[in-house]
């Protein structure tokens, strides 16, 4: 018993000597744990950030793709555009120099209508009511009135 209590004596002041380098460890492994952790929350992060930046790059690319369609396009859309815009021109010369041209030419043949004198109603007598009603129209002074 005596021996085991010596043994139990060492192992006691083994673990007592051994204490500060036993917490200095731990506390390394505390701080590298620590140090993984922000480690591995920084990959997440940069990774979220790199699978953003090849999204937009897929964007750019489908962007760079179809800008170079629609510049390959430009000439073929342009000629359709001036090829109508020449038909127009053509159709506005052809009625130009035709309907609006003999229209212009009748306008400078035709003289203005002299203006209409407007009639005194005092230079015509009232027609009688029994004038009126031989002809069988209504009697009274506006329906006379309205007949002058």
Do not use: Y
Not at 14 to 37: K, M, Y
Not at 54 to 83: F, I, P, Y
Not at 98 to 118: D, N, R, S, V, Y
């Amino acid at each position: 018993e005596h021996t085991l209590a010596r043994l139990l004596a060492g192992f006691d002041e083994a673990l007592a000597l051994s204490a500060p380098a036993r917490d200095e460890r731990a506390a390394v492994v505390q701080a590298a744990q620590t140090a993984a952790e922000a480690a591995e929350q920084e990959v997440a992060a940069r990774t979220e950030e790199l699978r953003a930046a090849q999204e937009a790059a897929k964007a750019g690319a489908s962007a760079v793709k179809a800008a170079h369609k629609a510049v390959g396009n430009w000439l073929r859309d342009s000629k359709v555009l001036m090829d109508g815009f020449d038909q127009l021109s053509e159709q506005v010369a052809s009625l130009t120099s035709g309907p609006l041209l003999a229209f212009a030419e009748l306008k400078e043949l035709t003289h203005e209508p002299e203006p209409i004198e407007e009639i005194d109603a005092a230079a015509f007598p009232k027609v009688a009511a029994a004038e009126v009603a031989e002809v069988g129209l209504e009697t009274g002074t506006d329906a006379v009135e309205a007949t002058c």
